[in-house]
Nanobody, 116 residues
């Protein structure tokens, strides 16, 4: 059974840092891309950062220069280092694993709250 599990969320003050982790288990084929999305209250889920084929990295403009995505392909794990956090980064962060266009998996989400 495939499981995608996030960890590392929490409450942090503006300007602080958090590191999110995501582990995908039970996957028997290679993963094409892993990504982090987020959804703030009343807003649509948006792509934050992704790694495609283990090396192609993209970021949302709102997080460029502050967030860094990395992965351990052997362990199907992806990380999101978040620095210089702002209140507008507050959201539930979701991990997403894409094997093919039609085979994707979501984690349950982890809450990140940036507040003083």
């Amino acid at each position: 059974q495939v499981q995608v599990v996030e960890s590392g969320g929490g409450l942090v003050q503006p300007g602080g840092s958090l590191r999110l982790s995501c582990a995908a288990s039970g996957i028997r084929s290679s993963i094409y891309a892993m990504a982090w999305y987020r959804q703030a209250p009343g807003k649509q889920r948006e792509l934050v950062a992704q790694i495609i084929s283990g090396s192609i990295i993209t970021y949302a403009d709102s997080v460029k220069g502050r967030f860094t995505i990395s992965s351990d392909n052997d362990k199907n794990t992806v990380f999101l280092q978040m620095n210089s956090l702002k209140p507008e980064d507050t959201a539930v962060y979701y991990c997403h694993a894409k094997l093919t266009t039609s085979t994707t998996y979501w984690g349950q989400g982890t809450q990140v709250t940036v507040s003083s």
